[in-house]
């Protein structure tokens, strides 16, 4: 029984993994804590929605974050300290099932962004989270991929020039 | 801009921001040294710098977030290692992806956690 209430307050951390299962699929999957409805909740509820969405971690700054969680209702979010320097994030909901499935567009990049599928499977009071993102084609979701990769050179040879500067040799052997 | 890149353009200038802090303390810089060497748990490194585990931890935290090293809990031991720098590697922006979401999906767990705490108090109070 102390063994138990143990694992109540202090819960182990789930893994989160995202796979590309297909030409044109990402999938991401977690599991949570907690039941469907109280998971659906959070992410349904934009004052809630912001408290995760944008983790403290990440050093991101919130402007503004709309919901209209209904078929066919939009959501809007801008991010950027600098009002002249901001990011969005838009589309619309195209599917609303309460307590296990939301379907959203990402239209920011104009027509050909990926649907977002998520459902919520409840088992034992926790709820399985499976995040799919479905790109029109092989090409969108190849792009998004070497973008990404190409973000991240960039970074990492501006890290090294700064390693360099401080001439440690950090995982150069 | 599709979502991914949109999300990693910003996550990439915080966690280059991190990464600069993180870098600007010696002995953190000399962990980063030890780890391209070989993974390490939060004990042999506390030894090895002559901390405490809790300044080590605190150490490791910040590179952590700085995306600079990874670790990873087996059993009672947290064994860390560099993170995902080989840019050889064509998974590696995926695996970036996945530390988004992932830091993502622990803030979501506190908020479940504050909900559920709610749902107990206002319980009791129905009850009373």
Redesign the interface.
């Known amino acids: 029984m102390d063994a138990k209430r143990e694992s109540e307050a202090a819960p182990m951390k789930n893994r989160t993994t995202v796979e590309r299962t297909s030409e044109r699929e990402l999938v991401v999957t977690r599991t949570i804590n907690g039941p469907a409805r109280i998971v659906f909740e959070a992410w349904t509820k934009p004052e809630l929605f912001k408290q995760w969405w944008v983790p403290k971690s990440m050093g991101m700054f919130l402007r503004s974050c709309e919901m209209d969680v209904r078929v066919g209702g939009r959501y809007r979010l801008v991010f950027g300290e600098d009002p002249s320097n901001t990011n969005e994030f838009f589309g619309r909901y195209v599917e609303v099932t309460p307590h296990s499935r939301l379907v959203w567009t990402n239209e920011e990049g104009g027509d050909g962004g990926p649907v977002s599928t998520v459902t919520f499977e409840e088992k034992g009071g926790k709820t399985l989270l499976v995040m799919h993102e479905l790109y029109p084609s092989k090409e969108a979701l190849d792009a998004a991929g070497t973008g990404a990769a190409e973000m991240m050179r960039e970074s990492f040879e501006q890290l090294d020039e700064l390693l360099v500067a401080l001439g440690a040799s950090v995982g150069r052997p | 801009?599709?979502?991914?890149?949109?999300l990693?353009?910003?996550?990439?200038?915080?966690?280059?921001?991190?990464?600069?802090a993180a870098?600007s303390d010696a002995t953190r810089?000399g962990v980063?040294?030890q780890l391209?060497?070989s993974d390490a748990s939060i004990t042999d490194l506390a030894e090895k710098f002559h901390m405490t585990l809790t300044g080590m931890k605190k150490h490791v935290g910040v590179l952590e977030?700085s995306g600079?090293v990874t670790t990873e809990?087996l059993g009672r031991v947290r064994t860390c290692k560099?993170g995902p720098?080989r840019?050889e590697e064509?998974t590696?922006?995926?695996?970036?992806?996945?530390q988004?979401?992932?830091?993502?999906?622990?803030?979501?767990?506190?908020?479940?956690?504050e909900?559920?705490r709610k749902?107990k108090v206002d319980g009791r109070k129905k009850r009373e």
């Open positions: 801009m599709h979502p991914i890149l949109n990693m353009v910003q996550y990439s200038r915080v966690r280059l921001d991190a990464s600069f870098l810089r980063l040294e391209g060497r977030q600079l809990k560099l720098r840019l064509e590696a922006w995926l695996e970036r992806y996945r988004l979401w992932d830091a993502r999906f622990d803030e979501l767990d506190k908020v479940v956690e909900l559920k749902e």
